[in-house]
């Protein structure tokens, strides 16, 4: 029955699950390309076949461990007493051709410096919540969801003397495809999240993963983000018809620059933009990462949870309500 709804989400889903197959394969190019010592985390906890291993307390109170690897490694970690924030450094003969690098990923940096024969690799990395993985997957997902959100406005260029034939009402046919991208959108996430993980696991960092009890609440954040960007979409555009892919390519530009914006004085603009905001789940997810308001409501969370549902019911009730009136 819902052949048609899974099909169209399907296609544009394909597209994205391509783009995260080349990034993937991206990542295990880096992991390999010989870029530092990435996965430190996993081979310098004391091996078995260590020499010289000592275990001291710094002045400052941080655990120092240094220990002779097995290939020439001098390894030295630090490890600091109240944030959990670990340093190794590791120092190893080279040969001529290898030079310095420096790389960023998720809560590691690292950086290379050379002495004649030798170079130092130093890693300084900490625990990396999983809210950071529903974050940028949410982002990715809400690109995803803004061009399913175009379904309604897709039916009603040419294919309306079709949909009306189905066993159905207008607004069971309209809340079935609402339902089937949902369930695209939230399968998506998911596995955009997984994919995160297993690249942070190539990379010997799974074990500094970790959840707490704000994981859930930036779980129902991200969900609450993709749905409501969908039906802010579905609301404006449900009722055009080839029109509706130039008002996705303005509509992108402008929740994307309306934050920015909210601290302008002049002439007000400020405030005028905040309340617009307040439709803009762009602009929670704004509010989210910076810790201060860009819409008219306080920060937090839970305010933002709750206003995007409320976007959310208002953009499906107002997409109905044009789907309701269209006729073939």
């Known amino acids: 029955m819902y052949y048609v709804e899974m099909l169209r989400a399907w296609r544009v889903m394909r597209i994205f699950l391509i783009i995260l197959g080349i990034l993937f394969v991206l990542a ?64 190893e003969p080279v040969s001529g051709k290898t030079r310095p690098a420096e790389a960023k990923i998720a ?24 809210d950071y993985a529903l974050g940028i997957a949410a982002i990715f997902v809400a690109i995803f969801s803004s061009i399913l959100g175009l379904g309604l406005s897709q039916e009603n260029d040419g294919h309306l003397e079709l949909a009306w034939t189905k066993p159905t009402s207008r607004q069971g046919y309209a809340a079935s495809l609402i339902g089937v991208d949902i369930l695209a959108m939230v399968a998506l996430l998911g596995i955009t999240v997984a994919l995160i993980v297993v690249i942070l696991a190539m990379y010997g960092l799974a074990k500094l993963i970790v959840a707490d009890a704000g994981t859930l609440l930036t779980l129902f954040f991200a969900f609450a983000y993709i749905v409501s ?94 789907w309701r009136r269209l006729e073939a």
Not at 50 to 57: F, G, K, Q, T, Y
Not at 60 to 74: A, I, K
């Open 28 to 91: 295990i190019v880096g992991r390999f390309s010989g870029h530092g010592r990435m996965d430190v985390a996993n081979q310098y906890v004391v091996p078995p076949n260590a020499r010289h291993v000592v275990h001291s307390v710094a002045p400052d109170g941080s655990r120092m461990t240094s220990f002779d690897g097995s290939n020439g490694e001098h390894v030295v970690i630090r490890t600091d007493p109240t944030s959990d924030v670990q340093s190794v450094a590791v120092t």
């Open 107 to 130: 809560n590691v940096s690292i950086k290379q410096s050379r002495h004649g024969h030798l170079m130092t690799t130093v890693l300084r990395y900490h625990r990396i919540p999983l």
């Open 229 to 322: 960007f969908y039906a802010l979409v579905m609301a404006i555009t449900a009722s055009l018809r080839r029109a509706s892919a130039v008002a996705l390519a303005i509509l992108w530009p402008v929740v994307l620059i309306l934050p920015s914006l909210t601290d302008v004085k002049w002439l007000n603009i400020g405030a005028i933009v905040r309340f617009i905001d307040t439709i803009n789940p762009l602009a929670y997810f704004y509010s989210l990462s910076s810790s201060s308001s860009h819409t008219l409501l306080p920060p937090g969370i839970g305010y933002s949870i709750g206003a995007m549902a409320v976007v959310a019911v208002v953009g499906f009730v107002a997409s109905l309500a044009q």
